[in-house]
């Protein structure tokens, strides 16, 4: 198609081609979509239920976690949807929209864990003004800020990319077929006129830009948190200090990890199915594991996630229950 004014649909990468592995490609989304919203859900319940845990460092993980399940809801139900129902196609503004808040939460995610960072180091390198530099107002403005600088990025790169009144301002001289199982940037762009993307290429460095600054932050942070706690003179604070920090840090790696390997490697080993893997990878990967790296490395997490369980099963049963191999009976309710 010489022009974009054309072009109603985009056609995305499939999973598969047979009708027992689509089938299949749907129920594993389902079952992922299914445990990211259970996983996040009882996070964000937990804390929000769970005065104990009104601080800001659980605070922004809940706000992490409303990220989480924005993000894998943007991408995986259309993909799931085209599975079951055996076709491609995504329509022009399903495609927009999708770019949209898919960069949006991404973006907004990002910023998140540059705020996290910072948490970190304020409470393991200057304790004594945790609660002046981390009062309940600054989290607030910090939390809002990042949704805020993901929002502006997002509106920023997709006005630029493909909305503009009713038509692309990028012309798409390369047809309509997208070698991804979501709409993306880096995809549209091989579609776009080779005259008519640098605009586009400069936005996207522009943010690139914003993107290392939070980088080196995040780095910076922790060398510094690293330094405080090799100063600890004692085992258990140092151990009590890395247990606190290592769930952040864990995160912050397995999502720069994913997402520099899916836009950062060679092209010489690019391919379409290389593509689905790494996508999956940076797309949905992080929003499942995430609440399971927090509350397997967060005693305190943990201990009211069973607290909260305990007090939902007491109002269902009086029965055992078996975890982890050891008896936990419930008392009974008085009548």
């Known amino acids: 198609m010489s022009n974009s004014c054309s072009i109603t649909q985009f056609l995305l990468l499939a999973f598969a081609d ?4 689509q089938l299949l490609h749907f129920w594993l989304f389902l079952s992922i979509c299914l445990a990211a919203l259970l996983g996040n859900g009882l996070i964000i319940t937990t804390i929000a239920c769970d005065h104990h845990l009104h601080t800001p460092m659980y605070f922004f993980l809940l706000n992490l976690s409303l990220l989480d399940l924005g993000s894998i809801s943007t991408t995986v139900p259309k993909s799931m949807a085209n599975s079951l129902w055996t076709t491609r196609t995504i329509f022009y503004w399903g495609c927009a929209a999708q770019l949209f808040f898919f960069l949006f939460f991404i973006s907004a995610e990002f910023y998140l864990l540059t705020v996290m960072s910072y948490d970190r180091y304020v409470a393991i390198c200057k304790p004594l003004h945790y609660g002046t530099l981390l009062g309940s107002r600054a989290c607030v403005h910090m939390a809002a800020a990042a949704w805020a600088s993901g929002f502006l990025n997002a509106l920023l790169l997709t006005e630029s990319q493909n909305l503009r009144a009713n038509t692309f301002s990028l012309p798409l001289c390369q047809g309509n077929v997208l070698d ?7 995809q549209i762009l091989k579609l776009s006129c080779s005259h008519s993307y640098l605009r586009e290429l400069g936005l996207l460095l522009l943010s690139s830009l914003l993107f290392f600054g939070c980088f080196v932050f995040i780095v910076v942070s922790y060398v510094q ?27 912050v790696s397995l999502f720069i990890t994913t997402g520099m390997f899916a836009y950062l490697k ?70």
């Open 225 to 251: 948190i690293f330094r405080a706690v090799l100063r600890i003179p004692s085992d258990q604070g140092r151990h009590k200090a890395f247990s606190t920090c290592l769930p952040h840090l864990a995160v």
């Open 18 to 21: 047979t009708r027992e592995l």
């Open 180 to 186: 991804q199982f979501f709409c993306e940037i880096p």
């Open 266 to 335: 060679p092209p010489s080993i690019s391919s379409p199915s290389l593509n689905l893997v790494v996508s999956f990878l940076y797309s949905v990967v992080p929003p499942v594991l995430n609440p399971l790296i927090y509350s397997l490395r967060n005693k305190e997490l943990k201990d009211a996630l069973w607290k909260g369980l305990e007090y939902v099963l007491l109002h269902i049963n009086n029965v055992p229950i078996i975890l982890n191999g050891l008896p936990w009976y419930l008392r009974k309710r008085q009548d």
